[in-house]
């Protein structure tokens, strides 16, 4: 048996342990943290406890399963002396919030001191959702941070993504022009037909992979708003599986999904200068789905 062991951070905010373990321990999958609270197999200072226990700030937090890892935490895709590219998981912020877990950079960072021992914490540069997994770019210099910043603002660095939809998006490619609005009090996104106070123009373009019940799509975002791809694809009927807060979540407990079907899979640059070696990637990576 191996052991997984954590501290509840003393500000985490009051909830189930369920939770706060998929994040605290995103190399777990799912089902493995579930078989272990079903085997009494989870502790909360000292004592066994179940699904529903509640989070106790402070405690000391251990995990005990057969499972065996057969890849690292948090793969990395590229690495130089500037840059870091890993593929985040679901399940993990780009930022701390009140749900708790390690954020990207702090994984980022313990799978950087493997390699590089005494490694300074390197910075995201851009966000991907919680719930999205996929290609993310980190950097190591307060240099590299400010050009990476200003290529993804300037669209020099472009994100593809692949997700999977409810039906089959007709035509079967198309670029949609639309307005999103933002909610910050119901940490929501509005797509609008026109354009009106408070609203940014949103580009997203689409191409059908594979189609069907459940179709898989490419998406290429020429701009990059808050949730734009999971709510510009559900103003269009289409939303995306697993998406309870702007799709159809009948759909989503009919098709037994757990998790949102996205994932950032290909990273493209177009930057100048002293960045331009980038521009010979071709970053992907195969999403979970």
């Known amino acids: 048996m191996k052991l997984y062991t954590f501290v509840i951070p003393e500000n985490q905010q009051p909830g189930r342990l369920y939770p706060l373990i998929r994040r ?11 078989q272990a609270f079903d085997k009494r197999d989870v502790k909360m200072d000292g004592a066994r406890v179940s699904r529903d226990a509640q989070l106790i700030p402070g405690a000391e937090v251990k995990l005990y399963t057969a499972f065996e890892e057969t890849a690292p935490a948090l793969p990395i895709v590229y690495l130089d002396e500037h840059i ?3 593929h985040k998981p679901a399940g993990v912020s780009c930022q701390e919030d009140g749900k708790g877990g ?15 021992p005494g490694a300074s914490c390197p910075v995201a540069c851009h966000r991907l959702d919680n719930q999205t997994e996929g ?9 590299a941070r400010l050009a990476m910043e200003e290529g993804f ?7 593809r993504y692949t997700c999977i939809v ?11 022009r639309a307005w999103l609005r933002k909610d910050a009090a119901k940490a929501r996104v509005q797509v609008l037909t026109h354009d ?18 459940c179709a898989r799509l490419m998406v290429t975002l020429h701009t990059g708003r808050t949730h734009q791809i999971r709510a510009q694809m559900a103003a269009i009927g289409h939303p995306l599986l697993g998406d309870d807060q702007y799709g159809d979540r009948a759909f989503n407990k009919q098709h037994k999904t757990r998790r949102l079907m996205l994932c950032a899979t ?3 640059f177009a930057l100048e200068g002293r960045w331009a070696y980038l521009n010979d990637l071709k970053l992907s990576v195969k999403p979970s789905f």
């Not at 321990?25 to 943290?33: A, E, G, R, T, Y």
């Not at 390690?102 to 001191?113: G, K, P």
């Not at 409810?166 to 949609?176: A, I, S």
């Open 102 to 116: 390690l954020t990207i950079s702090q994984l980022a960072h313990q799978a950087l001191l493997e390699q590089r």
């Open 166 to 176: 409810k039906g089959t998006p007709e035509p079967r490619e198309r670029t949609l």
């Open 24 to 34: 605290m321990l995103p190399q777990l999958p799912d089902h493995v943290v579930r």
């Open 196 to 213: 009106a106070p408070g609203a940014l123009p949103i580009i997203t373009e689409y191409r059908v992979a594979e189609a069907g019940e």
């Open 266 to 268: 290909e990273l493209r």
């Open 84 to 86: 870091m590219v890993v």
């Open 153 to 159: 603002y300037h669209h020099k660095i472009r994100k």
């Open 135 to 143: 290609l993310l770019l980190l950097a190591l210099t307060e240099e």
